[in-house]
């Protein structure tokens, strides 16, 4: 036995096609960054976030010409659709009219009456509502005087807030929702959700809000992100990035994979560098070479890229493929063999060559294996 995550157990909501929750792989979500009643530049970017694996998409509908768009939007798309609309029932009530697979609302700033309205028409659609708690839309408790108290009342009263809400919708007869409870702040990320997976078999949509550009954003979300899914909770998840939808894809993948609850099909293993690397322009540039001409491989690969031979065969064994620089001409490994040298502007050249040879080396051995 080796390391193994617990996962909570928690019913399951379809969003779309897609269960999220129960024993399902944890769902990786990206948010369009483009105007909504842009349907060309939206769909370009659904399409990227697709090539990158993603499996629901949610855009932000903050206005009627937006709503107008979802149909042809979701026509076009391949994965589920979220309408996020906050606080404007009527929004939800159309978005929900033009076919979206959930809607996403912060029914505390929603008059109830609509929010009972919004919960009947999902259950007629069979589309799915995430019940979004954030801490900037709750308001702290007067008399509070002492800092960390109110942090710790804030957080109590995210959790209290989503739970009440999911006995609302659970009493309504409507069960297809999850929640999310989100902070910028990462402590009360992790506290909040933890808390709340103790009280409900309700899913959750993890995420850390403005969480800031790339790198502050890939901090935050995978200490937040990475303690929860470590705890086992998490059903979904999405990584806030001040820039491309892509990035979000990528990093969410990068947590899950760290945590081998999800698998990414090409997995480039690169060495960090050090004054050994004998790479032209070093061992990131050969390592981003190698991303580029696997960007759209959709076979299972890991490769190893490693600035010298040093370590190569060790470091090497436990990808497919490896390569390591040296002076002039780098080394190519399948596993931990040495197959040749290679002068290093053709390392990635005679990689790929390799690639192939081991597609059709897997081929052939299937007939075998199925008859096996
Ligand atoms: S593989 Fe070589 S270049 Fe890369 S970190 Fe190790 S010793 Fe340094």
Redesign the pocket.
Known sequence: MGFEIKRRKTRTCMVGDRPVGGDHLVAVQTMTKTKTHDVEGTLAQIRGAQDRGVDIIRLACPDEKSADALPAIIEGSRVPIIADIHFAPGLALKALEAGVHCVRINPGNIKLALVQKIVALANDKGAAIRIGVNSGSIMPRKGLEVKTDMELEMADLMVDTAVQWCEQFDNWGFHNFKVSLKSSDVMTTVYTNREFAKKTDVPLHLGVTEAGMLQASTVKSSIGLGTLLQDGIGDTIRVSITGDPMDEVDVGYEILSALRLRKKNVEIVA????????VDGG?ETLARQVEERLRDYTGNITVSV???????PG?AAEADLGI??AKDAGYLFKGEHILRRVPNEKLVDEMMIELYKMEKERAAQQPETAGA
């Open positions: 060495c960090p560098s050090c004054g050994r690397d004998e061992v490693l600035g010298c031979i040093v370590n190569g470091e390591a620089g």
